[in-house]
């Protein structure tokens, strides 16, 4: 089984914004991180990289040098489950159907942008999933992030609350 932390919109650094403890301390122990974009800086993605292979995609707020390393769309394969990560998955009217569509040989799709954590399940077990953000809760009630286990093909997607 594979345990991958996922988290998004982490828009750092920002003054003396960090990420949590409590998500920190989740990546530590990760076999394998998603981040569905809006890193900020390039510094963002290298500290991450110090706990686990990062896989991400660029978001709309990320700087060129992060732009230029991450592609908009991709699909990573975790112990034979096929997630697929884009940044902004749109309107929530639709969002499932829309999805699948976009990516039909995956079994999921993670994204960010909103700040609002989502979990839809579709037909045949299809999923989208928004961790929310670690560090900007915006109009969500509160920080979060997300982990997957993954195992032979198939992927259960937890919310974590931070606070």
Known sequence: MATVAVISDTHLPRGARRLPEGCLERLRTADLIL??????????????????PVVGVRGNVDQP??????????????????????????PREG???RLRK???SADAVVFGHSHLPTHETG??????????????????????MGIARARDGAVEFELLALD
């Open 35 to 52: 981040h569905a974009g809006d890193f900020f800086a390039l510094s963002v993605l290298r500290s991450l990289e110090l706990h686990a």
């Open 95 to 97: 969002r499932v159907k």
């Open 102 to 104: 976009r990516f039909p």
């Open 65 to 90: 040098e992060v732009r230029a390393l991450l592609p908009e769309t991709r699909i990573v394969e975790a112990e034979g489950a096929r997630i697929a990560m884009i940044h902004d998955g749109g």
């Open 123 to 144: 037909r045949y077990g299809f999923q989208v999933f928004n961790p929310g953000s670690p560090t900007e809760r915006r109009r969500a009630p509160q920080h979060t």
